[in-house]
C-alpha cells in the first residue's frame, strides 16, 4: 500500500494528451514539492519533473507537471510511442520522515 | 558525468545480512549537496525508498525497515553501501543506489545506478 496514490493505469493514441494523478495528504505533497520519474522497461528510473513543475535539462516540454493542496499530476501531451513506461510520483513525507512514492502508473499507447 | 554502480551477492539466503555496495564514479561521495538514498522493487511492484545518509554521518530510514537497515559511506573508497538484515523472501527486489540533489531549488533523486537483482532463497 503506496502512501501517495496513483491510478494503476492510462492509455492513450499518439499525439493525444493523458494525465496521471497523484494524490496524497498534507504531510507529504501538501506541505513539500513533488518529483516525478519515468521508468522504461528494465531500466532505472530517471528524473522527469522536479519542484512540481520543472523539467530537467534534456525533458522535453511535451511533459509538464503541476501541483494543488495535496495533490499533484502530470501531464504529456503529443503522446510518443516512446512514452511507454511506467511512471512514478514522489514527496518527502514529514510525518514518516523519509521519501514516499506512488504505486505507479503503466502508461500505454496504443 | 556522475554514474552509480550497484554491486553484490545475487542471492542471499532466508535471515541472512544482504549487503550492497553502491560504487560513485565521476564525482565525490563527500559533496556537501548531495545525499545516498537506496530504493528498491520488487518484481512487478513500485518504488520503496529505504533510507539515506549524508557523507558526514546523518541518515534516516524507512521506519518500516528501520530496525533491520545500515546505511553507511567510505569517503577513502567513494562508495555508498547498505546492509539489510534477518531477510526474508519479501526483500527480494531490484536494489537502486541513487543520489539526491539538494539545491538551487532542486530536491530530487537526480542519478540512478542501473540496479542489481538481490533473490533471497535457500
Known amino acids: 500500500q503506496s502512501v501517495l496514490t496513483q491510478p494503476p493505469s492510462a492509455s492513450g493514441t499518439p499525439g493525444q494528451r493523458v494525465t496521471i494523478s497523484c494524490s496524497g495528504s498534507?504531510?507529504?505533497?501538501?506541505?513539500?514539492?513533488v518529483n516525478w520519474y519515468q521508468q522504461l522497461p528494465g531500466t532505472a528510473p530517471q528524473l522527469l519533473i522536479y519542484?512540481?513543475?520543472q523539467r530537467p535539462s534534456g525533458v522535453p516540454d511535451r511533459y509538464s507537471g503541476s501541483k494543488s493542496g495535496t495533490s499533484a499530476s502530470l501531464a504529456i501531451s503529443g503522446l510518443q510511442s516512446e512514452d511507454e513506461a511506467d511512471y512514478y510520483c514522489?514527496?518527502?513525507?514529514?510525518?514518516?520522515?523519509?521519501?514516499?512514492f506512488g504505486g505507479g502508473t503503466k502508461l500505454t499507447v496504443l | 558525468q556522475v554514474q552509480l554502480q550497484e554491486s553484490g551477492p545475487g542471492l542471499v539466503k532466508p535471515s541472512q545480512t544482504l549487503s550492497l555496495t553502491c560504487t560513485v564514479s565521476g564525482g565525490s561521495v563527500s559533496s556537501g549537496t548531495y545525499y545516498w538514498n537506496w530504493i528498491r522493487q520488487p518484481a512487478g511492484k513500485g518504488l520503496e525508498w529505504i533510507g539515506r545518509?549524508?557523507?558526514?554521518?546523518?541518515?534516516n530510514y524507512n521506519p518500516s525497515l528501520k530496525s533491520r537497515v545500515a546505511i553507511s559511506v567510505d569517503t577513502s573508497k567513494n562508495q555508498v553501501s547498505l546492509k539489510l538484515s534477518s531477510v526474508t523472501a519479501a526483500d527480494t527486489a531490484v536494489y537502486y543506489c541513487?543520489?539526491?540533489?539538494?539545491?538551487?531549488?532542486?530536491?530530487?533523486?537526480?542519478?540512478w545506478g542501473p540496479g542489481t537483482m538481490v533473490t533471497v532463497s535457500s
Open positions: 519542484n512540481n513543475n
Open positions: 514522489a514527496a518527502w513525507d514529514d510525518i514518516l520522515n523519509g521519501w514516499v
Open positions: 498534507s504531510s507529504n505533497i501538501g506541505g513539500n514539492t
Open positions: 541513487a543520489r539526491r540533489y539538494y539545491g538551487s531549488g532542486v530536491d530530487a533523486f537526480d542519478i
Open positions: 545518509m549524508y557523507f558526514s554521518g546523518g541518515t
